[in-house]
């Protein structure tokens, strides 16, 4: 996973907060948003650190997306930047 600087990181087109979602529900939320965004466009999910975090990671870059990770600015948890497949 590649690690993100907030400074240089995207600006997402839409941003969720997974944050105490179970799995596998965050990963099929995370790839019902992703489906609804145009080729190229970046996703934002706020999940638990963890399992959720390389679940997810590992699921939607097995599907063709780019995953970046990042620090989410509150501290807690894990914020994963996707770029949806297809740009």
Known sequence: ??????????????????RGTPCPVNFVRTRLALEKLPPGAWLQVDLDAGAPELLVSEGIREEGHEVLSMKPT??????????????
């Open 74 to 87: 509150d501290g807690a948890g894990a914020r994963l930047l996707i770029c949806r497949d297809g740009a």
């Open 1 to 18: 996973m590649k690690p993100a600087d907030a400074s240089t990181a995207p600006a997402p087109a839409q941003c969720l907060d997974l």
